[in-house]
């Protein structure tokens, strides 16, 4: 079945320093990829999304593209700020799933960010 | 904002006892979805809707059910709560359409059964 890896946490950085969160996953078709962040007391929000082989997503700074040769999908920053502490979750959404499993989505294990002033 | 609620937002109650959660959206969306969040986990699907009266099983849905007899509103009943439900459940909605079925999550409820 289909499967996201995350790296282990918790990752700790100080205020401006280069993030990097790897995400590989296992998928019997083509699958939409996301990342979805979640702050102290709230649910996930979506992040980022990717479609198709090769496309980046990006949004508040954080980017990663879809590698389908290495079926990865890894979150990156340039310069981490204290309020982008929280949990990072990569997910999967696999459309060869048909019928009524559409557009269901498949989560790693989530990456506890924390950054330091 | 999706509009998505959950209610309770927290709860406390004792094992054996029958609990139910809610899930409210205001968008006529017709997939619907609650999980479970643990540590070390991720979230995990519980059940799933795709419409009026159609629902599915998730990956762990033992000791768990769900109704849903209008769009708008989603149940999760736990029959007989045990001390292994303790957890946060979050309900979600599909939005996407094509490709990009991303889902919007609510705000989630805090469930402690002791």
């Known amino acids: 079945g289909d499967s996201v890896t995350q790296m282990e946490g918790p990752v700790t950085l100080s205020e401006e320093a280069f993030l990097t969160i790897n995400c590989t996953y296992t998928?019997?078709?083509?699958?939409?990829l996301f990342w979805y962040v979640q702050y102290p007391g709230e649910g996930l929000q979506l992040l980022l999304k990717a479609t198709k082989a090769d496309d980046k997503g990006s949004n508040k700074g954080f980017e990663a593209t879809y590698r389908k040769e290495t079926t990865s999908f890894h979150l990156e920053k340039g310069s981490v700020q204290v309020s982008d502490s929280a949990v990072y979750f990569c997910?999967?959404?696999?459309?060869?799933?048909?019928?009524?499993?559409?557009?269901?989505?498949?989560f790693g294990q989530g990456t506890i960010l924390t950054v330091h002033p | 904002d999706a509009g998505i609620t959950q209610s309770p937002r927290h709860k406390v109650t004792e094992t054996g006892t029958p609990v139910t959660l809610r899930c409210h959206q205001t968008?006529?969306?017709?997939?619907m979805y609650w999980y479970r969040q643990d540590p070390g986990h991720g979230l995990r699907l519980i059940h799933y809707s795709y419409g009026v009266k159609d629902t599915d099983k998730g990956e762990v849905s033992d000791g768990y059910s769900v109704s849903r007899s209008k769009t708008e509103d989603f149940l999760l009943t736990l029959e007989s709560a045990t001390s292994s439900q303790t957890s946060v459940y979050f309900c979600?909605?599909?939005?996407?359409?094509?490709?990009?079925?991303?889902?919007?999550f609510g705000p989630g409820t805090r469930l402690t059964v002791l």
């Open positions: 998928a019997t078709g083509y699958p939409s």
């Open positions: 979600a909605i599909r939005t996407g359409t094509g490709g990009y079925n991303e889902q919007f």
């Open positions: 968008e006529n969306h017709r997939y």
């Open positions: 997910a999967l959404s696999d459309p060869s799933a048909g019928g009524t499993s559409y557009g269901k989505l498949t």
